[in-house]
Nanobody
């Protein structure tokens, strides 16, 4: 019913920048909180940054000051601007959204398929 499609990942050198996007489509009545998570090889998935439907934001300590999360509600799109990238930022980045597909139905938790970010020289 709801699809989240991430884009923008790739290979970047340390100190470089990338912009991730996540487009939500399908049957959407309202999107509440959205977030970016990442999972590095051999590690658990972790929250990178989150944003409420009121544009309140939260960040993992490891990315504060380097990453910026934003959303365009008219386009149902989530963004993550990443700068001063470090090798330890290498991971698959996943988009997450809390979505109500129809008035009167429960909200659901949806995930994208992930986009790989590799920071290496």
């Amino acid at each position: 019913q709801v699809q989240l499609v991430e884009s923008g990942g790739g290979l970047v050198q340390p100190g470089g920048s990338l912009r991730l996007s996540c487009a939500a489509s399908g049957r959407i009545f309202r999107i509440y909180g959205m977030g970016w998570y990442r999972q590095a090889p051999g590690k658990q998935r972790e929250l990178v940054a989150g944003i409420t439907d009121g544009a309140g934001t939260t960040y993992a300590d490891s990315v504060k000051g380097r990453f910026t999360i934003s959303r365009d509600n008219a386009k149902n799109t989530l963004y993550l601007e990443m700068s001063s990238l470090k090798p330890e930022d290498t991971a698959v980045y996943y988009c997450n959204a809390d979505v109500r597909v129809s008035l009167g139905l429960r909200r659901g938790d949806y995930w994208g398929q992930g986009t790989k970010v590799t920071v290496s020289s």
